[in-house]
């Protein structure tokens, strides 16, 4: 896609994303949308196109790392409550409680037992959710083997990327085939009509993002909303400034 035809489209559906978040405020809504997928699958990249131009008061972005020894103790869905929005609210989960049903499932990070507990529950918790009044959006980003491969490479060669190639990148390589499967049986377990998932090809980074920005509109029943006309007062005296105290240092111009 061309550059400058993708910047256009975003544009539009960022114009259209500040009329969700108004309607979200407006009406008390609280809105969840869940971003999982394979590594370098773009993730990252819709959340930001989603989130760049929006209110940071009114949407949030939880990236949970690591949990805690206590945060281990504790049931499992606990430390993801805390990050559910209030009305008037979006939270972007990048990645989210089916870690379990992933990364940790692959990896050994759980036994086999809190596994299959997490399937059976998970459906019972987010029908709780659903019930709560939040509006539950999940969308897999899905990546061919060869453009994450591509994608890899482009993190370790440059240098403004390199931080986000991690030692579990290069696991997730090799075991491809069990995260395939990990996949299919949380879908099987977790895809349904009340909280059904969306699967994003991410292959083509920027079609994914307006694909995923364009399908999240639609999702919503949000209304138009105009802001009031303003009309700003004229400059007197009283805007002019005071002059700043000599005591205060100026950063020197770098540029």
């Known amino acids: 896609m061309d550059k400058q035809q993708y910047k256009q489209q975003l544009k539009t559906l960022q114009v259209q994303l500040i009329q969700l978040q108004q309607w979200v405020v407006n009406s008390g809504q609280k ?24 209110n940071p008061r009114v949407v949030r972005i939880a990236a949970l790392g690591k949990p805690s020894d206590k945060e281990r103790q504790q049931w499992y869905f606990q430390r993801y409550v805390e990050h559910l929005p209030s009305a008037g609210e979006i939270v972007l989960f990048d990645r989210s409680w089916y ?56 993190r370790l060669d440059n240098p403004l990327k390199r931080w ?18 990990a996949r299919n049986e949380m879908f099987e377990h977790t895809n349904s009509k009340n909280s059904p998932w969306y699967v994003i090809d991410g292959d083509h980074d920027k079609k994914a993002r ?42 020197p111009d770098s540029v």
């Open 210 to 251: 307006l694909n995923c920005i364009s399908h999240l509109l639609s999702l919503m029943p949000y209304k138009e909303f105009s802001f009031p006309k303003v009309e700003l007062p004229g400059m007197d005296d009283k805007h002019r400034d005071l002059p700043i105290p000599q005591t205060v240092q100026r950063v």
């Open 164 to 181: 986000k190639f991690s030692d579990m990148d290069l696991v997730s390589r090799s075991r491809w085939r069990e995260y395939s499967q």
């Open 99 to 154: 870690n379990r049903a992933g990364v940790e499932k692959v990896m050994g990070f759980c036994s086999d037992g809190e596994h299959q507990e997490f399937l059976r529950a998970c459906p019972e918790f987010e029908l709780m959710l659903i019930r709560s009044g939040i509006r539950l959006v999940k969308y897999w980003f899905s990546v061919s083997a060869d453009v994450q491969e591509q994608r890899f490479q482009e």
């Open 31 to 54: 809105l969840v949308v869940i971003f999982e997928g394979r590594d370098a699958a773009g993730k990252g990249g819709a959340i930001k196109a989603i989130s760049e131009k929006l």
